[in-house]
């Protein structure tokens, strides 16, 4: 079975650094895009960013380019989202998210969502 | 451009049809993908490609392309549909991904 699964909720304060993760398996994870989605508390979808594994080749949106970095380990199947400096509007669910194949980005396999507050 | 635009609301009675459109210029280029959202729980990809459902998904669901506009018909909705639905597709550039605004669908 296709997974993803992502750490822990965390809660922070504004400044901090953060790094969270998505492992996947069931799949060749150096064969498939894996990339995070943002959800603001009440609010919409938002793609961040994606990279692919295989190559480290990373596209962000341009919301989000420079704001968050995107990163993989692809020895122990795992795709990470980290910020340097969060702010209180950091303060959303992410998911992340495994597209259909190479070419179509449509978002097949989901992981669980990891809440992170950002909060004084 | 990187933007997709859907309505923000739309009810239909149970048993009948509804359809969900997302317009944006990059539709001319690449497929919308859709995704149905209840409360609580992750986003689940219902429909993608030209007109594909992933295992699982009822056959009530289909998509559909015209110019700039990309549609999600729900033919004889369930009470089980009442959910946000978003379209997703990448950017004309093809550089990064894009999420439609989402449609609130109420099952009346």
């Known amino acids: 079975e296709v997974q993803l699964v992502q750490s822990g909720a965390e809660v922070k304060k504004p400044g901090e650094s953060l790094k969270i993760s998505c492992k996947g398996s069931?799949?060749?994870?150096?064969?498939?895009?894996i990339g995070w989605v943002r959800q603001m508390p009440g609010k919409g979808l938002e793609w961040m960013g994606i990279i692919y594994p295989g190559d480290s080749d990373t596209r962000y949106s341009p919301s989000f380019q420079g704001q968050v970095t995107i990163s993989a380990d692809k020895s122990i199947s795992t795709a990470y989202l980290q910020w340097s400096s969060l702010k209180a509007s950091d303060t959303a669910m992410y998911y992340c998210?495994?597209?259909?194949?190479?070419?179509?980005?449509?978002?097949?396999?989901w992981g669980q969502g990891t809440l992170v507050t950002v909060s004084s | 451009s990187s933007e997709l635009t859907q309505d923000p609301a739309v009810s239909v009675a149970l048993g009948q049809t509804v359809r969900i459109t997302c317009q944006g210029d990059s539709l001319r280029s690449y497929y919308a993908s859709w995704y149905q959202q209840k409360p609580g729980q992750a986003p689940v990809l219902v429909i993608y490609g030209k007109n594909n459902r992933p295992s699982g998904i009822p056959d009530r669901f289909s998509g559909s392309s015209s110019g700039n506009t990309a549609s999600l018909t729900i033919t004889g909705a369930q009470a089980e549909d009442e959910a946000d639905y978003y379209c997703n597709s990448r950017d004309s550039s093809g550089n990064h991904g894009v999420f439609g605004g989402g449609t609130k669908l109420t099952v009346l």
């Open positions: 998210v495994r597209p259909t194949g190479y070419f179509d980005w449509s978002l097949q396999v």
């Open positions: 069931g799949y060749s994870f150096t064969s498939y895009w």
